[in-house]
């Protein structure tokens, strides 16, 4: 067998048990219920607002649970990516994976098969008894049309978890170069306000980021077409989503390996000592 394709291969099979891992780990699973209680919590509060643009009106979590699967999708990809990668870094796993052929393909392959795996609870827990409480309008066959969606949208974040996780000089940075401004992307990206409430500028911000157009494209995929109408310009814009999110993939997926590899070569054991002797410094 080709020894690249032996080592994507090993890595899936990593990867697959390592989330197996986390479905039966307490701390995961407490995460993955803390997460969604959080969520349901938010949309409960808030059952009985509604959002206008002029003579339409809907109930707030209605527009909101398609635009929170999409955050999940983007902070899943992106904050998990880089905290995964970070603390393999440090914790030398990484430099174990070396050793082997291809052992950095594997690893990367392994990193990126477990991370999408980690979707299907994450979705799954939200979206089942959003929808039931709060979907009577969801149109529930637009599953094939979130898969879609889905799948770019995890093409177009998940190199830049791989990026931040690759650059950041430690596990501990990853909250100050990514979830801050994840989450200050997030704010402007029409997830707990709609487009059209938000200030001009913001619009234009937000249109730049993968984390816009997911939440877009999942609204576009379960709600009704005449939900447009909340949506800037009153469309769902499919080509401009397949556009601007396929634009992220292309750019993220030819800057990630070179870094990743840069990252990998960097790696010896006394870089993973240091990282080690920095991180009970900051324990302590």
Do not use: C
Not at 8 to 25: D, H, M, P, Q
Not at 64 to 87: D, E, K, Q
Not at 206 to 235: C, D, K, N
Not at 256 to 279: D, H, N, T, Y
């Amino acid at each position: 067998m080709n020894p690249v394709w032996n080592a994507i291969k090993n890595g899936a099979r990593r990867g697959w048990t390592e989330f197996l891992y986390s479905v039966k780990s307490p701390q995961d699973q407490g995460f993955f219920l803390f997460t969604t209680a959080v969520m349901l919590g938010y949309l409960f509060l808030n059952r009985n607002n509604e959002v206008t643009f002029g003579d339409a009106v809907v109930m707030y979590p209605t527009l909101a649970l398609p635009s929170l699967m999409g955050a999940l999708i983007a902070f899943g990809m992106v904050i998990g990516v880089a905290y995964g990668l970070a603390m393999e870094r440090e914790n030398g796993t990484l430099l174990r994976s070396k050793a082997a052929p291809y052992g950095v393909v594997g690893h990367a392959t392994g990193q990126v098969v477990a991370s999408v795996m980690s979707l299907v609870p994450s979705i799954g827990l939200l979206a089942i008894p959003g929808i039931l409480l709060f979907g009577d309008a969801f149109t529930l066959g637009g599953w094939g049309k979130a898969l879609w969606v889905i799948a770019l949208g995890t093409l177009a974040t998940l190199p830049i978890g791989m990026v931040i996780g690759a650059t950041v000089p430690g596990v501990q940075k990853v909250g100050t170069w990514g979830m801050l401004p994840f989450f200050a992307i997030v704010s402007i990206s029409g997830i707990f306000t709609p487009m059209q409430a938000l200030a001009p500028i913001f619009r234009g911000i937000a249109q730049v980021f993968p984390v816009y157009w997911i939440g877009l494209g999942m609204r576009s995929a379960f709600l009704p077409s005449s939900f447009a109408a909340f949506e800037i310009g009153e469309s769902w814009r499919t080509l401009e989503t397949v556009a601007v999110l396929g634009i992220w993939a292309v750019v993220g997926l030819s800057l990630a390996p070179p870094l990743f590899r840069r990252m990998a070569r960097r790696q010896s054991g006394s870089a993973v000592q240091q990282a080690r002797e920095k991180m009970m410094q900051w324990v302590r």
